[in-house]
């Protein structure tokens, strides 16, 4: 993953195959640039050399408070406690353990004054607010953010994700469509200054207007539904791994991560699915394999079928062509996520994720169950 390395992400190469192998017209209602009930940032990654940037604003007049949610998708050492990637990492005074997988929330509320823009660094959390509601400091009705805490993430290094809810004063979920989020990666380790090297759109849920109730399971998609649907298709536009960039001459590598729509807070349960990938080279042969995905997954796209990534459909050198398109089919639960570019330069600059391409509503409802 190019977060191991610090590696940067590559700006825009998305774009160099939108159009491929074109889509229909009938998306999802999923959206990254419209105001949303519940926002999902599937991407938050803290080590001691980069931080994720959390930027949440209210696009309305009035306050809105948030019910946020840390999911932690750490693996730790059966012997140790430590955070690992692979069993490799849990040798300890001679003896061998399993790496774990696991998966916690920690949660959070943040009260948000109209208008408000509102950012913190998930490493460090937030301490002090702009408007506190003591003496003058309250926004121009009497609002503030009084009562609101934000928690740094509950461990280093921390590879998770960040959900957060529209809610009314009592708890009950709110059908008030006013949140617009981002993220931005920074790596704190390039010079004197930190730099951003990724800067992307949350993930916005919109809340169906009449529809949501006052209980806490809130319905996405399904024949009865309070939010929109999560999509059928997640469509990725992509270089195939290990290509040469035609523009700059660098080695290409496309990750990706997805994130379940459907968890339950509640009973501490992530939720899951099976993905079906149909890949598709520039002379439209077909491709296939599946994975599953268990509360967050993040691969290179060559490694995602086999442990070696030359031999992948996902290789440029097994594909033959130099762009290609995923779809992939979630099946048991629906699925979010984001893919990044990134070359073997280490080229500088500021970056962008690519975003990925809903289509389609799930039939089968998805549940996420707040405290």
């Not at 009592?170 to 730099?195: A, C, K, M, W, Y």
Request: proline content about 7%; charged content about 20%; aromatic content about 8%.
């Amino acid at each position: 993953m190019w977060k191991k390395g610090i590696r940067l992400a590559v700006a825009g190469l998305g774009c160099v195959v939108c159009g491929f192998i074109g889509a229909s017209a009938a998306f999802a209602d999923v959206t990254s640039d419209r105001a949303a009930a519940i926002l999902v940032w599937p991407d938050v990654f803290v080590t001691r050399g980069l931080d994720t940037e959390i930027q949440v604003s209210n696009a309305s007049q009035e306050a809105i408070l948030l019910h946020c949610f840390y999911e932690n998708a750490n693996s730790h050492c059966s012997n140790s406690g430590r955070v690992c990637s692979s069993g490799l990492e849990c040798v300890s005074d001679g003896q061998s353990g399993r790496c774990v997988p696991g998966w916690i929330e920690t949660d959070f509320r943040v009260r948000l004054t109209p208008r408000q823009p509102l950012g913190w660094l998930a490493g460090e959390g937030l301490q002090q607010f702009p408007l506190t509601g003591v003496g003058p400091s309250v926004g121009p009705d009497g609002s503030s953010n009084a009562g609101s805490r934000i928690p740094p993430v509950p461990e280093l290094p921390f590879n998770g994700a960040l959900r957060c809810i529209a809610i009314n004063d009592d708890g009950t979920p709110s059908d008030r469509n006013v949140l617009v989020g981002h993220t931005t990666f920074i790596d704190q380790d390039e010079g004197p200054s930190p730099i951003d090297i990724a800067k992307a759109n949350a993930i916005g849920l919109q809340a169906i207007q009449g529809a949501v109730n006052d209980d806490r399971d809130l319905v996405l998609g399904g024949p009865e539904p309070e939010y929109n649907g999560c999509p059928n298709f997640l469509i990725v536009n992509h270089f195939f791994d290990g290509v040469e960039n035609p523009v700059t001459g660098d080695r290409m590598t496309t990750e990706l991560t997805l994130v379940p729509c459907a968890n339950d807070y509640l009973r501490q349960i992530p939720g899951n699915a099976v993905v079906q990938y149909l890949v598709y080279n520039e002379f439209e042969q077909r491709f296939s394999t599946s994975r599953s995905v268990n509360c967050k997954f993040q691969s290179d796209l060559s490694e995602i079928d086999t442990t070696d990534p030359d031999r992948s459909i996902f290789s440029a050198g097994v594909a033959g062509t130099v762009v290609g398109q995923s779809r992939l089919n979630p099946l048991g639960g629906g699925l979010l996520g984001v893919v990044y570019e990134y070359s073997s330069s280490m080229a500088t600059g500021t970056s962008a994720e690519v975003n990925i391409h809903y289509q389609g509503d799930r039939p089968d409802p998805d549940l996420v169950i707040i405290p």
